[in-house]
């Protein structure tokens, strides 16, 4: 276990809708990243936040968009879902920014989210 | 651009076997390489993190090796088991920038 939640488990949404997925990270840990795993590929950066400001964007589009709060809790929200936004959803948080070699990201168990 | 490369996808082995899994990155400009494994529509474990500094880290029946040089990293299993049958996934860091994964090699130890 690393201390790291994940809601919901599982999602199923139809094309141009929007979805919110929510994270729960390690206590103290101060930056939250967000990943999409599509099936059969390794997961892919979308975005990052240190302090409540992002800090690191990946290739995605404007409409995945995220926010990190105060108590270590962030959502990642994508509008206008399209069929290729299929995918599973990871959050992993740490206690740094990636400004240290010895740095370890803890993930949560992730979201599968099925757009049909 | 960073890209990491795995090989093979995909692999089965009889109980008890050694067995290398390989990965292979672009640029040797990294902070650190980390392999995960991952279990079937779950999350990832972190197993081990080579600094950009170090050559090797071991734990348990887990080795891995970097070599940033030539861009390639190992992970090692000793004696494998039918416990250890699952993705594993290595990730590298490039300086200044987020974790870059390669696809995975999808592991069957069969008893």
């Known amino acids: 276990e690393t201390g790291v939640t994940q809601s919901p488990t599982h999602l199923i949404k139809t094309r141009g809708q929007q979805v919110t997925l929510r994270c729960s990270s390690q206590s103290g840990h101060n930056t939250v990243s967000w990943y999409q795993q599509a099936l059969g590929q390794g997961p892919q950066f979308i975005f990052q936040?240190?302090?409540?400001?992002?800090?690191g964007r990946g290739n995605f589009p404007p409409r995945f968009s995220g926010l990190q709060f105060p108590n270590y809790s962030s959502e990642l929200n994508v509008n206008a879902l399209e069929l290729d936004d299929s995918a599973l959803y990871l959050c992993?948080?740490?206690?740094?920014?990636?400004?240290?070699?010895?740095?370890?990201?803890?993930f949560g168990p992730g979201t599968r989210l099925t757009v049909l | 651009k960073q890209e990491v490369t795995q090989i093979p996808a995909a692999l089965s082995v009889p109980e008890g076997e050694n067995l290398v899994l390989n990965c292979s990155f672009t640029?040797?400009?990294?902070?650190?390489l980390q392999w995960f494994r991952q279990d079937p529509g779950k999350g990832l474990t972190s197993l081990l993190l080579i600094q950009s500094s170090q050559r090797e880290q071991t734990s348990g029946r887990l080795n891995a090796s970097l070599d940033k040089s030539s861009g390639r990293s190992t992970l090692y299993i000793a004696a494998s088991q039918p416990g250890d049958s699952a993705t594993y996934l290595c990730a590298a860091r490039p300086l200044g920038d987020k974790l870059i994964f390669g696809t995975g090699t999808r592991l069957q130890v069969f008893p």
């Open positions: 992993a948080s740490s206690l740094n920014r990636d400004t240290t070699s010895t740095d370890t990201q803890y």
């Open positions: 640029d040797s400009a990294i902070y650190n």
């Open positions: 936040y240190y302090r409540e400001e992002e800090n």
